[in-house]
């Protein structure tokens, strides 16, 4: 066997490799490692980003967002009468003004929409990685795992933040176009002005960023956890659909209160003249508390998990 084809494992053979090294100019430190090596520097948040932004299935989310306001414009445009404008529940009242088309809009895709785009940031995130087989190569690179995983959480949760944001403001936009900027109606009859609906809508988009919490730390366990990207987003929207079939059965009394999904819509609590901060508050807690748990969880699995894809 040639001496290039040689796997050197003995001191000698050690010392002749930093000295090829050193002739090419790159010190090699006691442990191994290149001098000048600095793990900030690898996998940097904006290139990270950028790489996701790049990818169809990022374009084809926002993309899809921003034509929904257009899609449920036209059904009413072209689907319904003005007899029951302002009577009834959000469905009723969505095109009384713009606030009230944003309400009805977060009211329709807050329970599957929204969250489905959580878990597909976050439940992507490192199981798409593993399944393209390049999770090892980031590693070997190196990337501290710790610095991975942060690096990856914190694009899918600025990628969801985003979304969760975007609708809403294009919901906004073409309420104000075609419905105008009037008073935001809620069911029960409260009215609160156009200043006022826009301060609730920052505070719903804040809310919903919490409350969806629960499902990215639990979408980013399972992508941890399989190398399989589907595997990981469907398992988060089954637990979610799972938890909103449970907290419609009255049998359970207070158990649904520890449900993940039993707070959702407490956001509409904002459409009022006196707001009740209950709910919003123990909803906020709740996904906290589970997003908290979920996340440790995975933080846990990376760090002792063999990485072999």
Same mark, same amino acid.
């Given at each position: 066997?040639?001496?290039?084809?040689? #796997?050197?494992?003995?001191?000698?053979?050690?010392?002749? *490799?930093?000295?090829?090294?050193?002739?090419?100019?790159?010190?090699?430190?006691?442990?191994?490692?290149?001098?000048?090596?600095? +793990?900030?520097?690898?996998?940097?948040?904006?290139?990270?980003?950028?790489?996701?932004?790049?990818?169809? /299935?990022?374009?084809? $989310?926002? !993309?899809? *967002?921003?034509?929904?306001?257009?899609?449920?414009?036209?059904? %009413?445009?072209?689907?319904?009468?003005?007899?029951?404008? /302002?009577?009834? !529940?959000?469905?009723?009242?969505?095109?009384?003004?713009?606030?009230?088309?944003?309400? %009805?809009?977060?009211?329709? +895709?807050?329970?599957?929409?929204?969250?489905?785009? #959580?878990?597909?940031?976050?439940?992507?995130?490192?199981?798409?990685?593993?399944?393209?087989?390049?999770?090892?190569?980031?590693?070997?690179?190196?990337?501290?795992?710790?610095?991975?995983?942060?690096?990856?959480?914190?694009?899918?949760?600025?990628?969801?933040? +985003?979304?969760?944001? *975007?609708?809403?403001?294009?919901? *906004?936009? #073409?309420?104000?176009?075609? &419905?105008?900027? !009037?008073?935001? #109606?809620?069911?029960?009859?409260?009215?609160?002005?156009?200043?006022?609906?826009?301060?609730?809508?920052?505070?719903?988009?804040?809310?919903?960023?919490?409350?969806?919490?629960?499902?990215?730390?639990?979408?980013?366990?399972?992508?941890?956890?399989?190398?399989?990207?589907?595997?990981?987003?469907?398992?988060?929207?089954?637990?979610?659909?799972?938890?909103?079939?449970?907290?419609?059965?009255?049998?359970?009394?207070?158990?649904?209160? &520890?449900?993940?999904?039993?707070?959702?819509?407490?956001?509409?609590?904002?459409?009022?003249?006196?707001?009740?901060?209950?709910?919003?508050?123990?909803?906020?807690?709740?996904?906290? $508390?589970?997003?908290?748990?979920?996340?440790?969880?995975?933080?846990?699995?990376?760090?002792?998990?063999?990485?072999?894809?």
């Amino acid at each position: 066997m040639s001496t290039d084809h040689q #796997v050197h494992t003995d001191p000698a053979a050690i010392d002749e *490799l930093e000295q090829a090294a050193s002739h090419e100019h790159l010190a090699v430190a006691p442990d191994g490692s290149v001098v000048g090596y600095r +793990s900030g520097r690898t996998l940097r948040l904006r290139v990270e980003l950028a790489r996701q932004l790049r990818r169809r /299935r990022t374009q084809l $989310v926002f !993309g899809f *967002l921003v034509l929904l306001p257009f899609i449920l414009w036209a059904a %009413f445009e072209f689907g319904t009468s003005d007899g029951a404008r /302002r009577s009834g !529940g959000f469905v009723d009242l969505a095109t009384a003004s713009a606030p009230n088309f944003v309400v %009805f809009t977060l009211f329709a +895709s807050g329970s599957f929409l929204l969250p489905v785009i #959580v878990a597909l940031f976050f439940g992507d995130t490192v199981a798409s990685e593993a399944s393209w087989s390049s999770l090892k190569y980031l590693l070997a690179m190196p990337i501290q795992r710790h610095r991975l995983m942060r690096q990856k959480t914190l694009t899918s949760g600025l990628l969801a933040l +985003s979304a969760i944001t *975007l609708l809403p403001l294009v919901a *906004l936009l #073409v309420g104000m176009l075609f &419905y105008g900027t !009037g008073e935001a #109606v809620s069911p029960t009859g409260d009215a609160i002005s156009f200043g006022d609906s826009m301060i609730a809508l920052v505070l719903t988009i804040c809310y919903l960023a919490i409350h969806l919490s629960w499902m990215a730390g639990l979408a980013l366990f399972l992508s941890v956890s399989t190398d399989a990207p589907l595997g990981a987003v469907g398992g988060t929207v089954l637990v979610s659909i799972l938890s909103q079939i449970l907290d419609q059965i009255t049998a359970l009394e207070n158990l649904r209160n &520890y449900l993940p999904t039993h707070y959702g819509l407490a956001w509409s609590d904002l459409i009022s003249s006196d707001p009740d901060w209950t709910n919003l508050t123990s909803g906020a807690f709740s996904a906290v $508390v589970y997003a908290a748990i979920f996340g440790l969880l995975a933080w846990r699995r990376f760090q002792t998990k063999d990485i072999t894809s």
